[in-house]
C-alpha cells in the first residue's frame, strides 16, 4: 500500500505570501491520479487538483499543482484570507490520504 | 444540481448496530463508485472503501474490512455504511463521496453524518 507524507505538518503565513505544500509518496504514482483537497473547519472536503495539475471546477488560478514519480506539489501563489485551511493529497480515489498540512494566519 | 445528501447526525450506544445512508441525485447513481471517508475528531482523513452501485463491486481499506458493510440500492440511488457493532472508537464524521474514475479523484462530496458513540 502506498503512504503518502504530507509536510510541513502546519505552515504559518501572512496573506499574501506564498504557499508551498509537498506531499511525497512511498512509491512511484501515477501523477494522472495525484488529488489535492482543501478542507475548512466544520465543511466537507473540496476537490481542487486532480491529475496532479489540472483545476478541478471553479478553482482560482492562484491554485497550482506540479511533481511526478514520489514528489508532488502544491502551490497556492497568494494566500488570501480563505485559503487558510488543511490540505490532504491523495493517489486515486481507492487509496489513502496523506496526513495534512493546516495552513494556518501567522 | 449534482449532490450527495447524508443521513442525520447519530447517537448511539457501544453494541448497538447503526445503517447511515447517501443519497445521490442530479446524476446517474449506478455510473460512479461512491466512496466512504472517516474523519475522527480533530483528525485527516480516512479512506474505508468504495462502492459502485451498478453491480454492488465494494472494495475495503484494509483497516476497515470487517469493522463496516458498504453496500447500495440503486432503484433509490442511495449507498450505505453499516455497523453490527459499535464501539466508542467510531466516534466520528462520515463522509460519502464521488469518485470520477478518469481523475482519479472525488469530486462531489456528501455534508458528512456525524456518529457518536457513547454509553
Known amino acids: 500500500e502506498i503512504v503518502l507524507t504530507q509536510s510541513p505538518g502546519t505552515l504559518s503565513l501572512s496573506p499574501g505570501e506564498r504557499a508551498t505544500l509537498s506531499c511525497r509518496a512511498s512509491?512511484?504514482?501515477?501523477?494522472?491520479?495525484l488529488a489535492w483537497y482543501q478542507q475548512k473547519p466544520g465543511q466537507a472536503p473540496r476537490l481542487l487538483i486532480y491529475?496532479?495539475?489540472s483545476r478541478a471546477t471553479g478553482i482560482p488560478d492562484r491554485f497550482s499543482g506540479s511533481g511526478s514519480g514520489t514528489d508532488f506539489t502544491l502551490t497556492i501563489s497568494r494566500l488570501e484570507p480563505e485559503d487558510f485551511a488543511v490540505y490532504y493529497c491523495?493517489?486515486?480515489?481507492?487509496?489513502?490520504f496523506g496526513g495534512g498540512t493546516k495552513v494556518e494566519i501567522k | 444540481e449534482v449532490q450527495l445528501v447524508q443521513s442525520g447526525a447519530e447517537v448511539k450506544k457501544p453494541g448497538e448496530s447503526l445503517k447511515i445512508s447517501c443519497k445521490g441525485s442530479?446524476?446517474?447513481?449506478?455510473?460512479?463508485?461512491i466512496g466512504w471517508v472517516r474523519q475522527m475528531p480533530g483528525k485527516g482523513l480516512e479512506w474505508m472503501g468504495i462502492?459502485?452501485?451498478?453491480?454492488?463491486?465494494?472494495r475495503y481499506s484494509p483497516s476497515f474490512q470487517g469493522q463496516v458493510t458498504i453496500s447500495a440500492d440503486k432503484s433509490i440511488s442511495t449507498a450505505y455504511l453499516q455497523w453490527s457493532s459499535l464501539k466508542a472508537s467510531d466516534t466520528a464524521m462520515y463522509y460519502c463521496?464521488?469518485?470520477?474514475?478518469?481523475?482519479?479523484?472525488?469530486?462531489?462530496w456528501g455534508q458528512g453524518t456525524m456518529v457518536t458513540v457513547s454509553s
Open positions: 463521496a464521488r469518485l470520477i474514475p478518469y481523475l482519479g479523484a472525488f469530486d462531489i
Open positions: 442530479g446524476y446517474s447513481f449506478t455510473s460512479y463508485w
Open positions: 462502492i459502485y452501485p451498478g453491480d454492488s463491486d465494494t
Open positions: 512509491q512511484s504514482v501515477s501523477s494522472s491520479y
Open positions: 491529475g496532479a495539475s
Open positions: 491523495q493517489q486515486y480515489g481507492s487509496s489513502p
